[in-house]
């Protein structure tokens, strides 16, 4: 069992940055891929970015990709999420997530536990 609780969200102008964090409990921190996510509101939760086990291999949803990065700290039981360049399309409630497996991975099935997600919302 993993609880996951996100922060870090707030309100920031276009061109602005943010640094999301995630902090998981429990001792297996490490040998699960996490993921970050988000939810517009009237749409779908997509996938925003996620890391492997040992931080080897990241995915990004094109969208994000050159603006955000995911990170991991294993010592910390944290993942982190670094966005710069906002844009207001990036308005969204963002959900850590976990996987108890090795691999990155970008379906929300792919999941098995997630966060209460933090609010990010860019003015233009």
């Known amino acids: 069992q993993v609880q996951l609780v996100e922060s870090g969200g707030g309100l920031v102008q276009a061109g602005g940055s943010l640094r999301l964090s995630c902090a998981a409990s429990g001792r297996t921190f490490s040998s699960y891929a996490m993921g970050w996510f988000r939810q517009a509101p009237g749409k779908e939760r997509e996938f925003v970015a996620s890391i492997s086990w040992g931080g080897g291999n990241k995915l990004y949803a094109d969208s994000v990709k050159g603006r955000f990065t995911i990170s991991r700290d294993n010592a910390k039981n944290t993942v982190y999420l670094e966005m710069n360049s906002l844009k207001p399309e990036d308005t969204a409630v963002y959900y850590c997530?976990?996987?108890?497996?090795?691999?990155?991975?970008?379906?929300?099935?792919?999941?098995?536990?997630w966060g209460q997600g933090t609010q990010v919302t860019v003015s233009s």
């Open positions: 997530a976990a996987r108890p497996y090795r691999t990155a991975a970008v379906s929300l099935r792919q999941y098995d536990y």
